[in-house]
């Protein structure tokens, strides 16, 4: 698998182990539960702030790695952004990605949680359970679409699931390194350097950096939840899809 670097401070590199794992959380806490409170992410990693939840969180993510890699048949990929810290000049993990290579008839796009992890998040909280299931469906209902109506046409879809960038490390470029790495994926996955479609969720942060590298947007995610959960705050996403084809322009 190649290492693409993108600058002479910057490098992107597979996952390895558990210790990353830990700091893929951690960046997702350091910018979704603290810098933007993303209530969807906030949903899904409850009491995030305490150390039982942050643990609980790493665990997630490593049981989730685990599962990628002995289910997907590599079609997965968890990547890094090493970068020096500006507060030390150490080498640190400055941001994270995931990508997916979904084929409907291989990996189709979960329509819900499952019972277990629902009772993992909130145990014996059926409230709680019902509200984040409903968060969980109609963030990933347009593209389980997308990946279905292409596996019609025996298309898969290169799906962005997640990619963030810590706050200190925000405005160097790393994001769009994270996203480039995935683009050429899709190239080398694609017919005649044609590559597949790409998909991802957005959020007003990250929006302009999709749309920089040919993202165009769709829509936004609509939250379809109980009248009782109305009033909770939820997140503002936008749904962005890359045509089949498109150039990325180094």
Same mark, same amino acid.
């Given at each position: 698998?190649?290492t693409y670097?993108p600058?002479?401070?910057?490098?992107?590199e597979?996952?390895?182990d558990e210790q990353?794992l &830990?700091e893929n959380?951690?960046?997702?806490?350091e910018?979704?539960?603290?810098?933007t409170?993303?209530?969807f992410?906030?949903?899904m990693?409850?009491?995030?702030?305490t150390?039982a939840?942050?643990e609980?969180?790493?665990?997630?993510?490593?049981?989730n790695?685990?599962?990628?890699?002995a289910?997907?048949?590599?079609?997965?990929?968890y990547l890094?952004?090493i970068?020096p810290d500006p507060?030390?000049g150490?080498?640190t993990i400055?941001?994270?990605a995931?990508?997916?290579e979904?084929?409907?008839s291989?990996?189709p796009i979960?329509?819900e949680m499952?019972?277990?992890?629902l009772?993992?998040?909130y145990p014996?909280?059926e409230?709680?359970q019902?509200y984040?299931?409903q968060?969980f469906?109609?963030?990933?209902r347009?593209?389980?679409e997308?990946v279905?109506e292409?596996?019609k046409e025996?298309?898969?879809?290169?799906v962005?699931d997640?990619?963030?960038?810590?706050?200190r490390?925000? &405005?160097?470029?790393i994001?769009?390194?994270l996203?480039?790495w995935?683009l &050429?994926?899709a190239?080398?996955?694609g017919?005649?350097?044609?590559a597949?479609?790409c998909?991802?969720?957005?959020s007003?942060?990250?929006k302009p950096v999709?749309?920089?590298?040919?993202?165009?947007?769709e829509?936004e995610?609509?939250?379809?939840?109980d009248?009782e959960?109305?009033n909770?705050? &939820?997140?503002?996403?936008?749904?962005?899809?890359r045509?089949?084809?498109?150039k990325l322009?180094?």
């Amino acid at each position: 698998m190649p290492t693409y670097p993108p600058n002479r401070d910057v490098r992107i590199e597979l996952i390895q182990d558990e210790q990353d794992l &830990r700091e893929n959380f951690a960046c997702q806490y350091e910018t979704f539960g603290q810098q933007t409170s993303n209530a969807f992410w906030l949903a899904m990693s409850p009491n995030a702030d305490t150390d039982a939840g942050f643990e609980a969180g790493v665990k997630s993510g490593q049981n989730n790695f685990k599962k990628q890699s002995a289910h997907n048949g590599g079609h997965s990929w968890y990547l890094k952004a090493i970068a020096p810290d500006p507060e030390t000049g150490k080498d640190t993990i400055a941001g994270i990605a995931t990508w997916t290579e979904n084929l409907h008839s291989r990996n189709p796009i979960p329509k819900e949680m499952n019972k277990e992890r629902l009772e993992k998040l909130y145990p014996g909280n059926e409230t709680e359970q019902r509200y984040v299931n409903q968060m969980f469906q109609s963030f990933l209902r347009r593209r389980g679409e997308l990946v279905e109506e292409a596996g019609k046409e025996g298309r898969a879809v290169m799906v962005l699931d997640i990619c963030v960038v810590r706050p200190r490390f925000q &405005r160097r470029g790393i994001a769009s390194e994270l996203v480039k790495w995935g683009l &050429r994926k899709a190239e080398e996955l694609g017919q005649n350097g044609q590559a597949i479609e790409c998909v991802t969720e957005a959020s007003p942060m990250g929006k302009p950096v999709y749309v920089k590298l040919g993202f165009e947007a769709e829509g936004e995610v609509v939250y379809k939840v109980d009248e009782e959960f109305q009033n909770r705050k &939820r997140s503002v996403d936008t749904v962005l899809r890359r045509p089949v084809g498109t150039k990325l322009v180094e």
